[in-house]
């Protein structure tokens, strides 16, 4: 901050008068003292502006470090208080209902909340980190232009079994749809939900995973009614049930195997499969966009990056997070900066006429139905 008033002029004509004594224009003694000229002041440098706080932040549980919330409040003076939240209605509702200043959440739920005017437009003065995110991810049809918001992390579905029980190598989710009538209810677990074992299925027939032709869907659902007297059950964390050795097929996320069961063989589907994209949005309502706009840009640093990289096993937006992790993490294909990126991996993003039809199909396949 600069110095107003006589103080600035009297402190600046001193920094004339000492920059005219060091280039020998003053004699010794002339600054006053008589013992030859004074040192001028030490200026310490200036950190970023001090924000005040609390800031609130609502997450996805394990996404983000708590060290990054500590960081922060080093460097900028404002606390930051992680809220989790499980996305979908619940999500909109606590956004809704104020005393959130940011959000990370997935991409389908950002657009939500775009769209019912609960995000604020993402001021890219602010986020001058938002150069660094890479390009696959940028501009996506959830929301053109970020005009909302900057991803931070992103992944792919997929699915693992047991390479010691399953004796075929299945590539595709047609191959892994094929497989549940020989292992039938020998461990055989899907993601439940409206949306990803819906997609799983219309890419197994050569679908665009975010179709609402009635005919896609109608084939999809066929394909699901088929499989599931093969299932055993739904979960929205298979990979924590194959260190037990109870599963021996299962849908999942990649990261989420990564982290719970690095021994199966995981595979990120042939011809298509769901991916999606993490992304940090400040909410319309926040009391201090500033600062949320402050912890979104902190978010894209790559220390935050590498910590909720290694916390989460979910890979990073920023490719400078990279050297900041383990080689086995950077390396790994379930975990790498890219992994679900182009191959026809596609994020969700569903009409409401889509979700009503899933829907539909969900509410025939779901337990106890």
Known sequence: MGLVGSNAAASFTRRRLLAAAGLGLL???CLGGGEGPTTAPRIRPQGPPRLTGPIRAAVPPGSVDAADAADFTQLRGAAVDLVTHAGGPSLSRLVASGGIDAVLARQDDIAALAAQGLLAPLDDALVPNLDNVLPALLDQPYDPGNRHSAPARHGAFGFAYRADTVTEE????????????????????LLPGRVEPIAAALAANGADINSDDPDDLTAARNLLVKARPHVNGFSTNPAAAFVSEALVLAMGAGSAFARQAPAAAFVFPDGGAESWIDAWAVTASSPRPEAGHAFVNHQLSPASQARDWQLSRTPAAVQ??????????RADPRTRVGAGLGGGFTPALLSPAGLAQRTQIWAEIRPGA
Do not use: D, H, K, Q
């Not at 009538?181 to 020998?186: D, F, Q, V």
């Open 170 to 189: 299945p590539a595709s989710w047609e191959e892994f749809f094929a497989l549940l009538p020989r292992y039938s209810r020998t461990g055989i677990v």
């Open 320 to 329: 400078a997070a990279a050297p900041l992790v383990p080689r086995r993490l």
């Open 27 to 29: 004699a010794p003694g």
